[in-house]
């Protein structure tokens, strides 16, 4: 309809596109849980009714995104068996324990969820409604854990014996626990606390830009940035971890995100810069000794070229700017998150001036465009592999002449869920401003009761 018909490119599409805008909600679905729950255990902890209200608002919001991020799971489950049926005949039941494990989290976390919205002031003790919200946290980071050491599997798999196309005497447990299983999920999980503390705090940033200058907005912000300046140095640390195992297992992906052709010491990193037909490098930041710190730790690590490896097993070398937006973003989160909360503990500086609230509304989108850059480079980074080094994508994908029509379907279930989310949000919180809450519930600006 768009291109000349190919199935294995019209299923590459599909997926990416089903997996971008999954990933939203899934990555809202795993950070927003634990935010609720620093929010209330720091309303109880303090007597301060701000954070209480923060954990009631953030968990309505959150089950919107929820009911969304159901549909488009189910979507992936559906796509996985219609566009890639080869890839699931070989290797279904060896990720099947974890994606089952991950229907489990779910479901543990959704009637908790339900329990936790309904029990609002009903119990005498808030400590025991607390408690409610801990096997939700629990259950959205497990669910991360198991769908991300499936991804971890399809780059480094094992636990199984390869007979004629199927994978026989199937381990699953040493499937799920492979080499890309520690990296893969920590960085995962913390990326996505890391993303949810800068989205509910560029909501924060802009009701004060927009002059509500309330006293909740400004908890809200400290809160949110001290949670992500925690984060964003835990990603930076998994991040370095990220790339020793990258060196170690797919030395080809690292060399292809840095541009790197040669195999030699002493490698620098390089960051941005255009490639030319005869493959030199030219308006980049390089960066001495580098990429061969990021991988072995010293400078004279041996860093393996792209021109070792055969030209038909090379990722595109476009993934270079995938790594480079998320590296470069995650260094400004780190950096906005940090200044915020070194001026607001200085006191003497404002905080809260406009270009820092500016910037931390930046980090909300920014974030989540991280997200989707690291996503686009884990998985196009492993191409031509669907199962590295196993098979290709080429060959799990389907032969079906209807993707096409499967591809235009889901892009307008996908249009029409979007726009219907953000309008039930806006409407929500629009309809229903902090400050009107805080007026119904008697609370006054400084976080006290108004006396009867």
């Given at each position: 309809?768009f291109?000349?018909?190919?199935?294995?490119?019209?299923?590459?599409?599909?997926?990416?596109?089903?997996l971008?805008?999954?990933?939203?909600?899934?990555?809202?679905?795993?950070?927003?849980?634990?935010?609720?729950?620093?929010?209330?255990w720091?309303?109880?902890?303090?007597?301060?009714?701000?954070y209480?209200?923060?954990?009631?608002?953030?968990?309505?919001?959150?089950?919107?995104t929820?009911?969304?991020?159901?549909?488009?799971?189910?979507?992936?489950?559906?796509?996985?068996s219609l566009?890639?049926?080869?890839?699931?005949?070989?290797?279904?039941h060896?990720?099947?324990?974890?994606?089952?494990?991950?229907?489990?989290?779910f479901?543990?976390e959704?009637?908790?969820?339900?329990?936790?919205?309904?029990?609002?002031?009903?119990?005498?003790?808030?400590?025991?409604?607390?408690?409610?919200?801990?096997?939700?946290?629990?259950?959205?980071?497990?669910?991360?854990?198991?769908?991300?050491?499936?991804n971890?599997?399809?780059?480094?798999?094992?636990?199984?014996?390869?007979?004629?196309?199927?994978?026989?005497?199937?381990?699953?447990?040493?499937?799920?626990f492979?080499?890309?299983?520690?990296?893969k999920?920590?960085?995962?999980?913390?990326?996505?606390?890391?993303?949810?503390?800068?989205?509910?705090?560029?909501?924060?940033?802009?009701?004060?830009?927009?002059?509500?200058?309330?006293?909740?907005?400004?908890?809200?912000?400290?809160?949110?940035?001290?949670?992500?300046?925690?984060?964003?140095?835990?990603?930076a640390?998994?991040?370095?971890?990220?790339?020793k195992?990258?060196?170690?297992?797919?030395?080809?992906?690292?060399?292809?995100?840095?541009?790197?052709?040669e195999?030699?010491?002493?490698?620098?990193?390089?960051?941005?810069?255009?490639?030319?037909?005869?493959n030199?490098?030219?308006?980049?930041?390089?960066?001495?000794y580098?990429?061969?710190?990021?991988?072995?730790?010293?400078?004279?690590?041996?860093?393996?070229?792209?021109?070792?490896?055969?030209?038909?097993?090379?990722?595109?070398?476009?993934?270079?700017?995938?790594?480079?937006?998320?590296?470069f973003?995650?260094?400004?989160?780190?950096?906005i998150?940090i200044?915020?909360?070194?001026?607001?503990?200085?006191?003497?500086?404002?905080?809260f001036?406009?270009?820092l609230?500016?910037?931390?509304?930046?980090?909300?989108?920014?974030?989540?465009?991280?997200?989707?850059?690291?996503?686009?480079?884990?998985?196009?980074g492993?191409?031509?592999?669907?199962?590295?080094?196993?098979?290709?994508?080429?060959?799990?994908?389907?032969?079906?002449q209807?993707?096409?029509?499967?591809l235009?379907?889901?892009?307008?279930?996908?249009?029409?869920?979007?726009?219907?989310?953000?309008?039930?949000?806006?409407?929500?919180?629009?309809n229903?401003p902090?400050?009107?809450?805080?007026?119904?519930?008697?609370?006054?600006?400084s976080?006290?009761?108004?006396a009867?």
């Amino acid at each position: 309809m768009f291109l000349e018909y190919d199935p294995v490119l019209y299923s590459r599409i599909l997926t990416a596109l089903t997996l971008a805008f999954h990933v939203i909600f899934a990555t809202i679905g795993v950070g927003i849980p634990l935010m609720i729950a620093i929010a209330e255990w720091m309303g109880i902890k303090r007597n301060d009714p701000h954070y209480t209200l923060m954990a009631r608002r953030w968990a309505r919001g959150f089950v919107v995104t929820v009911a969304v991020g159901v549909v488009t799971g189910t979507a992936i489950g559906l796509q996985l068996s219609l566009l890639w049926p080869n890839f699931m005949q070989a290797a279904g039941h060896t990720i099947g324990l974890p994606m089952f494990m991950e229907t489990f989290a779910f479901f543990f976390e959704a009637i908790f969820l339900g329990i936790y919205l309904y029990t609002w002031d009903r119990f005498k003790s808030k400590l025991k409604h607390f408690l409610l919200v801990i096997p939700i946290v629990i259950g959205a980071t497990a669910s991360a854990f198991f769908i991300s050491t499936v991804n971890a599997f399809m780059n480094a798999p094992q636990g199984f014996e390869l007979v004629n196309g199927i994978l026989t005497d199937v381990s699953p447990l040493s499937a799920m626990f492979n080499p890309a299983t520690p990296t893969k999920i920590s960085h995962v999980i913390i990326t996505c606390y890391l993303t949810s503390s800068f989205i509910l705090g560029a909501i924060a940033a802009i009701n004060l830009l927009k002059g509500k200058n309330h006293v909740y907005h400004k908890k809200v912000l400290h809160l949110t940035m001290l949670s992500a300046a925690i984060f964003a140095i835990g990603t930076a640390v998994i991040g370095d971890l990220s790339g020793k195992y990258l060196h170690e297992y797919q030395p080809e992906k690292l060399a292809a995100a840095e541009w790197h052709f040669e195999t030699e010491r002493e490698a620098a990193l390089i960051l941005g810069g255009i490639l030319t037909e005869d493959n030199e490098v030219r308006g980049a930041i390089k960066i001495p000794y580098a990429l061969s710190i990021l991988a072995g730790g010293t400078p004279d690590t041996v860093v393996v070229g792209l021109n070792d490896f055969p030209e038909e097993e090379l990722p595109p070398l476009w993934i270079h700017y995938a790594f480079d937006v998320m590296v470069f973003i995650g260094m400004y989160l780190a950096a906005i998150s940090i200044l915020f909360v070194v001026m607001n503990w200085m006191k003497k500086w404002n905080a809260f001036n406009r270009p820092l609230l500016w910037a931390v509304f930046a980090g909300g989108p920014l974030s989540m465009l991280a997200i989707q850059s690291g996503w686009f480079f884990t998985e196009v980074g492993r191409q031509p592999w669907i199962l590295n080094q196993v098979m290709t994508v080429a060959e799990g994908a389907t032969t079906s002449q209807h993707v096409d029509i499967m591809l235009v379907v889901f892009a307008i279930l996908y249009l029409v869920l979007g726009v219907t989310c953000v309008k039930v949000l806006r409407r929500m919180f629009k309809n229903n401003p902090v400050e009107h809450e805080l007026e119904e519930r008697g609370i006054t600006h400084s976080g006290n009761r108004k006396a009867n």
